[in-house]
């Protein structure tokens, strides 16, 4: 409830009352304490925000897209597992060799013998050579697999026996 | 009094320009001072993402169902044990219809024992009751438009100009969006890491000359990788497209993922 | 075979059928803490909605509760972010969200819908509203309470009357802004869901809109439930006339809420898309309470047919059969939205992508997502509010002239006070 005064106050007395007719120059507009200062508050807050992104934003940010352009370098400096078979053949070609010639050719070294980074790096860190478990790990009968590939039961085909007795890991059709 | 510019004036104005260039160059060089960081060329040495574009293509006629790419994703990207699949193998079973009910085709019955990585058991139908079965490779699809990328509220993923789509895990906030809005279940949240994680395309092989460690050890080459912008002589991502007719997973969402199946069935969503 | 089949590991009990590896984990990634949030902001819009029909569309009856209302909002908002915070992988990036916001994701709106909300509008129009009380409190209160109120002035002691009339027509246009900012504010979380096109039980172009409308009926409950809570309190007499009035807008947002939900729930049973299956199968075995019981039942059907009874009967109830039938409903409605937002965020991760199987969840009590994190932050507004009607609505402070203008409990009905 706010009651409207018929004139302006100033100094406590009301210009523009009949008594008072002097010529006094227009009054210029004066901003209204209330908008100074919330300009002023909205002026430091988004200020110190504006300085404040510009300080924690990273420098990399935005060089390839909206991201860290140097989460490219972190990401392929990490360290490795896997070899590669190239890794393999360097010192074993004699019989990636042998293995290329057979059914196995297009087998990974590391797919049987596990990772070879570390060996590759170092040869005196040794690797696992697998016995007859791995091969049943695809060889295994199962309706889902594809019917091009060839597979046994390890319940009825020689249960008990290591498969490394009959067949050769590298050159499948050959015996030991 | 006297208008226009004055001595005092000009002088003032170039001197609060001075003063704008001054701090202008002090603030980058404190913003760098404080941030510690020694700015990189950001790209791994040697390797210039913008001359590659890679892709993988999954035969299903080819997989074996054997779990070694499971096990070596886990390995070669220190995966925690658990829940947490970078890539994984599921098995589709369709029994045969019950006799007399007439139905075109049974539903799948589907399954992926802690994602395959040890193979799969026996099946959850006895073998003379099965139609047709098979195994099917899942990772990241790698899509066009991504639609992980586009909700991350901060810019920790990200489409690689060389076709990949990474996670920053030093910029990740754990929120989860991404792995909610991911269609095809490839995003989980590391437990240690506490930030989204998923199939980098083993990254860091990649860009060094190697393949994913998946597509290393896969026997039957049913994981099919290649460089678009630089293919090999005998290139198998033309072969895969020249000799298969292939689909994508859930093409209705707009996604459009550039992995593609070759043998895949109408049951595998 | 067999001694592969040893290593795998066992198949949770928390699954039927098939679920990716990814989803297998014990617990839904979003937990009671996302559940939480759109909850809070949706009683804060709500809230601000109710004050706003005083000052926009001069709702007199509604005067009591304005400022009750306003800070309601504000004990709420300043909660808001701390379910988010403490569900985050990583709360010490949070600032990310402001520094390097991905424009395309709605959840980087978060950050400026937020701050703008709260300062631009909340403050800004509590602000308006106090200024002069501020003024005259901090001349007659002493120590730190005085020096607080002569803070909050931010230095801007004018009270003259054209101050206080530039401070009612900004506060007024600051009502008009901040409808839309307060849709803004909770629509965004709606949307949040809304736009994940992967997950057919959010990814729905109604989702922004159910949000909203639940949000605006959340908050008329909120300001029923404080304003009926704060007058037995303080042992006052009710204005029954304003709790008729909060009573029949209460009443006619459920209708419409109830009828764009319906919707939606017409909508997805009758077009029965892909998943469809997976999800009806999900919503009754796993959502059976806090759906059917809980959102639809407690949180909507019975309310409904309270408030709608008081509707057409109301002369002939009497007056403590109707405050107690306000309560109630208030008191489910709340309930019921809750549920709801529990529905919406947990019923959601209940069902595997591949549509293929379900899962449970049952919320444990203690760790960051459990029962007792929820009590806890559900209770700290209620806090905070406590500590603001101290401050803010207190009935040793004088009350002046504007403060009657502007509506408060503290008030009499029809009393009237000369500064």
Redesign the interface.
Known sequence: MVRRYAGKIENGKNVNHQENRTFTPRRSFRMPPQIVRLVLLTITIVGSYLVARFFLTPSSFGRYGWYRGEALEELSSRPRSFAGKKACEECHSDECLKLSKAEHHGLSCEGCHGVGQAHADNPDIKIDIRTFSECARCHEANPSRPKWLKQISTKTHYPGQKCTECHVPHQPQEVP | MKTGVSRRNVLGKLGAAFAGIMTATAAKTAKAAVQKVFVSSGAPKGYDPTKHKWLMAIDINKCIGCGLCVEACKKENNVPEGPFFRTWIERYVIPKPKPGSFTTRTEAIVDSPNGGMHGFPEPPVPVGEIEQSFFVPKLCNLCEHSPCVQVCPVGATFDTPDGAVLIDPNYCIGCGFCIQACPYGCRFLNPVTKTAEKCTLCYHRITRGLKPACVEVCPSEARIFGDLKNPVPDDPIKKFYENNRVQVLKPHLGTEPRVSYAGMDKEVR | ?T???N???E?LPRFEG?V??????PHP??GFLIVLYPYITGLVAGAFIMASLVRVFKVRELEPVYRLALLTALSFLLCATLP?LF?????E??????????F?????M?GFVYAWYL?AVLL?ELW?DY?QDFVRWAKVTPGLKGALYHALT???T?V?????????K?GWILSIIGIPSAFLLHGYVGF?FG?????PWWGNVLMPIIFILSAVVSGIALCVFNYMVLTWIRRRPLDVRCLDAMGMFLFYALVVDAAVEGLDWLHRVYSAEEGFRVLQYMAREKLFYTLSIGQATIGTLLPVLLLGSLQLIRRSVPELVRKRMYFGSAFMVLVGVLAMRWNVVIG??LF?????GVMGYKLEFAGVEGWLMGAVLLSLPFIILTVCIKLFLSESLPVT??A??AGDPRLEPEEVVTT
């Not at chain 3, 990716?20 to 984990?25: S, T």
């Not at chain 3, 003259?160 to 009612?168: Q, R």
């Open positions: 075979m001694e592969i089949t290593t795998v590991i198949v098939y990716y590896p990814n989803e297998a984990g990634l979003w988010l569900h985050l992988g990583h709360p990036r949070c600032l990310e969200i402001m520094m390097t916001p991905h395309s994701s709605p959840m980087a978060f300062m800004l308006f200024r931010v230095g801007v004018d003259s009357p054209a101050a206080v009339a530039l401070d009612n900004l949040i736009s994940i096109k992967a997950n959601g991760q595997s992508k591949s549509l293929r002239e504007a009657h203008a």
